[in-house]
């Protein structure tokens, strides 16, 4: 793990990049990182995401910047920005059921080929996708999604990298640390090694790639 | 008692002690203000709490603790956070007693549509897929028409969330339990009658001999 | 939940049960219930634990006393007594690599249908199941394992019934408390509401039905 | 310098800065002994936990802190614990650098046996199939021959661990690199000749033209 100023960080993004984005409704969301990838113009993005938040918060910024070519989430209604470019194809939006969207990331960061869930069936969702019945039951197979790059966002982090997340500021943050090439942590604090303590660490030192400091607090 | 608040009323009637409850946005909020006395609930949020509690008084907001709209709530003693797959791993996996949704139409199979409306408005489905398959109870609060139209329909015309059959369905004319044999009339509302929520349906309705009016005074 | 004694909600538990039972090699494992169910002699079990521990601990108690009719477990070698059974056949036992147990187990906890791993794949672990093929590389289809009860080990326990884990007698423990109809978690320690918070908190009090306190601490 | 110590030494040059490591039982744990000065390791092990410790002294052993075959262990600063489906999906997922495991069988394919011999002994695979299939690197440490027996083989005789072709072989008279191409001599132990590990090998070797000595001093 080594720790970065976020211009640093972004700069080994290059356009066309897949990069998940923790956060809810931008709440565990980067915030430094996504106003620097605004502010070095990266281009092209696969985006996945739970949400395209709002116009002024979270990744709906990089919606609003258009630097997204691609985005994976299960919601779009509060950033009006996103149905807009969708809608004039500036932009592909692939749906996901939330959970399902959870799913597939983990699936991606602990090795399993996929998973069957019953969300979905007979709706569009299942669409070009195998369904497998056992015992009578329908499934979707559903498949994993991998990303170059997961830019997550913790509380604290000791020096060695070991995270700690805040409430409902944790959400996909977590699964996202396993499912990327290079994983680049946000926090809002540093703390000595022990200070999290071993039941506490929610993602493990050796999944994080990089950490920022967010200057702000 | 408008509209919203007596579903909201009439909903929570359905709430138990100890129950595991997930409301959703809109009217589905509201019945946390009817919990009866003495009922201690559980509510759970998609973006990783049990435990939710109301909105913070003025200046004791946390950036970190919001509902799944984005809204600042507070957290009661014994609450609980966790990452995403464990939020849906609980509402898929059967432990959520209760889910309360808003709808856009339920036809006689039971089943519900309240994602979006082709063409219009394509917000993505969040969570409600995986809240209406995998939840113990799916309840759906909506209004009995839209704009004079009737919600409750033969088939659905919009996109539906599930082919799971949703519990039960209440407006403010009326309480319908969706059953193996259809859509059957369960209570009405104080000052409406029974050929009045006819004309406003759609979709056939089995009518018992007693059809009693909503215990909510 | 409710607080029990050993013996009352041992009591509970029919002959031929379905019991996870948490622990790796007897660490986390509640041992006094444990000791309840050869106390009580309950019959005919089928077990789902990742090893059969050791003659004198953890289920191996269990498989000594001959009340274990199969066992599901990913490893048996420290306790001869289990070998010497299955080779009498007088007790049934699956093999599952330990990740898979995880994941099967989890897997019903969640509402998943299945999982495909990579483990296993042109072993013996194969045989009987379901090959899945995806871009050319092969994976099994692994089933869901669900329990009648879960007995589970953790640190503390709030009033509510919170459950925190302590370092490595974690390990089943969480995913077994979301696998089972009925769950009953021994604890050591029974602290205030608030005292685990709710970032800390391994198994949301939801979960948990029973809680018994090992006196011996 | 006696067999185990030379193949453990051996084995720790293989482990660089920052590596994610799971040892298993026997050879394998004395890895641990020969670190190379300043290579900062993290030792993981299945039972959930990154960062293990060597043995603590007499009076601090803590019940909740042991090692995959339940021996008590330390913590080091930093460590961290988590639950089964996170332990293996680290190594599952391909987080894990390298893992080292004693074998019963190598074949001319690079397939490991190592979990049961049929008839005679079922200890079960316990965590070894996911290891095998899923870490970055596998390396396999055993001895050269069993009562004179080779075990290096042209085709497992034994159940195989994985399909996957392991990536280094160590015993107390080689180093075998498997390719794709087949077994590969790449060292000779000190005071060892190539005709020697020949005629202690079934499987064929590829002898390139300059076999260098083990550099352990």
Chains 1, 3 share one sequence.
């Not at chain 1, 430094?32 to 709002?54: G, P, R, Y």
Request: proline share 6%; net charge negative; with cysteine.
């Amino acid at each position: 793990m080594q720790v970065l100023k976020p211009t640093e960080v972004i700069e080994m993004i290059p356009n066309g990049s897949t990069l998940m984005v923790g956060g809810f409704l931008g709440v565990g969301t980067p915030d430094c990182l996504m106003d620097e990838i605004i502010d070095q113009k990266k281009k092209d993005l696969t985006v996945v995401c739970n949400d395209s938040a709002f116009p002024d918060r979270g990744i709906g910024k990089l919606i609003v910047a258009k630097l997204v070519k691609k985005l994976i989430a299960s919601h779009i209604g509060t950033n009006p920005e996103t149905q807009q470019q969708m809608i004039k194809k500036e932009l592909e939006v692939e749906l996901v059921p939330q959970g399902t969207l959870a799913e597939r990331i983990r699936a991606a960061g602990v090795g399993l080929g996929g998973i069957l869930t019953p969300t979905g069936v007979g709706t569009s969702v299942e669409n070009g996708k195998q369904v497998i019945e056992l015992d009578g039951k329908k499934y979707l197979l559903e498949l994993p999604i991998h990303s170059d790059f997961a830019l997550i966002k913790a509380k604290r982090a000791d020096y060695l990298g070991n995270l700690s997340y805040s409430l409902t500021a944790r959400n996909f943050n977590p699964i996202m640390a396993m499912a990327a090439d290079v994983v680049i942590a946000e926090v809002e604090e540093i703390v000595p090694v022990g200070a999290i303590t071993p039941d506490e660490v929610h993602t493990p030192n050796v999944l994080v790639d990089y950490v920022i400091v967010d200057g702000r607090h | 008692m408008n509209a919203k608040n007596l579903i909201a009323k009439r909903i929570a009637l359905e709430l138990k002690d100890g129950y595991l409850v997930n409301l959703g946005i809109g009217i589905p909020t509201l019945v946390a203000n009817y919990t009866p006395e003495g009922v201690n609930i559980f509510f759970e949020s998609e973006n990783g709490i049990i435990g939710m509690g109301p909105v913070p008084q003025d200046g004791m907001e946390n950036p970190d603790l919001v509902n799944a709209s984005a809204k600042y709530v507070t957290a009661m003693p014994g609450s609980s956070c966790f990452d995403s797959t464990i939020s849906f791993g609980l509402i898929r996996g059967g432990h959520l007693d209760v889910t309360v949704l808003g709808g856009l139409q339920v036809d006689e199979k039971g089943r519900l549509a309240n994602w979006m409306i082709p063409g219009k408005m394509i917000p993505g489905m969040g969570g409600a897929m995986d809240l209406v398959t995998g939840a113990k109870r799916v309840i759906v609060s909506m209004t009995h028409t839209a704009k004079g139209k009737p919600k409750i329909v033969k088939k659905c015309t919009l996109p539906i969330t599930s082919i799971r059959r949703i519990d039960l369905l209440v407006t403010e004319m009326a309480v319908i339990e969706p059953t193996e044999n259809g859509l059957v009339l369960k209570e009405i509302a104080p000052g409406v009658t029974i050929d009045e929520v006819l004309k406003n349906t759609e979709a056939h309705l089995i009518i018992p001999e007693n059809v009693p009016t909503m215990k909510v005074e």
